[in-house]
Structures are given as structure tokens and as C-alpha cells.
């Protein structure tokens, strides 16, 4: 079993940046990819980002590709998600999920909130203007 705790959310003026964390226990090499999610109030889940603990190239949705940047730090078992030229769209709740047993996340697949088997309990992000 793998928990995941996410930390850094909070309010960030328009045009600003945050960080947030992804935290996996007992270790992030238990999962084979760690992924963010976003959801608004009244709406579904939008994918974020993705990455594989085994190295390569992160994933990005087409909403926030150029502006996120996701990566990990094997050593604290964290997946950091720097959010930078935030607005209002980005509002939302930011949640951590990671799968394990489905084998990799690929281009095809990283976005399915489905393969995921484990989820945080989310982060709120709040962007004023």
C-alpha cells in the first residue's frame, strides 16, 4: 500500500508561481508512475502531468504544457509540480494519484484517471486576480 500526500497549495496572486509536493510512503519507487490531476468545482477530473519514477520525460495536458514543470527527487520520495503564470483557470483542486502493477505511463495512457491506484486527498489551489 502506498500513500500519497500532497502539500504547497494555497492562494497565489495572478501571474504568479507555486509549488506543490507529492509525497509517497513507504517509498516512490513502490509506484511505477506519479501523475497529477486538477478538478473545479461541478466538473471532472483534468489531467495535469505525469511522470515515471523510472526516469524519462514528463507528460503534460495541453493547458498547462510551457507553464508546469514536473520532476522528482528520488532521495525524499517527492514529486514536485512548479506552476508558474497562474490565472484564474488554474483555480482549482490539485490532486496526486500513482499507479503501480499496470506497468509505465505513456503518452497514451498517463491521462486515464482509471489506471491510477492510489490518490491523495488533494490540494486547493486558489488563483486571484
Known amino acids: 500500500q502506498v500513500q500519497l500526500r500532497e502539500s504547497g497549495g494555497g492562494s497565489v496572486q495572478a501571474g504568479g508561481s507555486q509549488k506543490l509536493s507529492c509525497e509517497a510512503s513507504p517509498s516512490i519507487y513502490n509506484v511505477d508512475c506519479v501523475a497529477w490531476f486538477r478538478q473545479r468545482p461541478g466538473e471532472g477530473r483534468e489531467r495535469v502531468a505525469a511522470?515515471?519514477?523510472?526516469?524519462?520525460?514528463?507528460y503534460y495536458g495541453d493547458s498547462v504544457k510551457g507553464r508546469f514543470a514536473l520532476w522528482q527527487d528520488g532521495a525524499k520520495n517527492t514529486v514536485y509540480l512548479r506552476m508558474t503564470t497562474l490565472s484564474a483557470e488554474d483555480t482549482a483542486t490539485y490532486y496526486c494519484?500513482?499507479?503501480?502493477?499496470?506497468?509505465?505511463?505513456?503518452?497514451?495512457?498517463?491521462?486515464?484517471?482509471?489506471?491510477?491506484?492510489?490518490w491523495g486527498q488533494g490540494a486547493q489551489v486558489t488563483v486571484s486576480s
Open positions: 511522470i515515471n519514477t523510472d526516469g524519462g520525460y514528463p
Open positions: 494519484a500513482a499507479v503501480s502493477g499496470k506497468g509505465s505511463c505513456n503518452s497514451g495512457n498517463w491521462y486515464s484517471t482509471n489506471r491510477y491506484n492510489f
